[in-house]
């Protein structure tokens, strides 16, 4: 079992900056796929940006490339999003999610899920 908690959400104007974090227990390893998705109201859970626990094969959703950037602190067992140049489009409840071995952009691929941190960007 994998247990995920994230932080770091909260209010921002538009063109400001937020860093989530998504503190992990449990059975992590370096070969687990660590993600984070986001659901705006009314919206399908929508891919964000993904990498392995040990930093590589690193991807991005199209919306979010350039702006956001995932890492990884193994020493803290800890996931972070760096989310800079927010747009009102980037609102949303932010969620992370793991996975052991496999890399996928699809939600239903993900075993394991925080319980999301609202991100709310104002124009």
């Known amino acids: 079992q994998v247990q995920l908690v994230e932080s770091g959400g909260g209010l921002v104007q538009a063109g400001g900056s937020l860093r989530l974090s998504c503190a992990a227990s449990g059975r992590t390893s370096k070969t687990y796929t660590m993600a984070w998705f986001r659901q705006a109201p009314g919206k399908e859970r929508e891919f964000v940006a993904a990498s392995f626990w040990s930093g590589g094969n690193t991807g991005y959703a199209d919306s979010v490339k350039g702006r956001f950037t995932i890492s990884s602190d193994n020493a803290k067992n800890t996931v972070y999003l760096q989310m800079n140049s927010l747009k009102p489009e980037d609102t949303a409840v932010y969620y992370c999610?793991?996975?052991?071995?496999?890399?996928?952009?699809?939600?239903?691929?993900?075993?394991?899920w925080g319980q999301g941190t609202q991100v709310t960007v104002s124009s």
């Open positions: 999610a793991a996975e052991a071995f496999a890399y996928s952009r699809s939600k239903d691929a993900y075993s394991y």
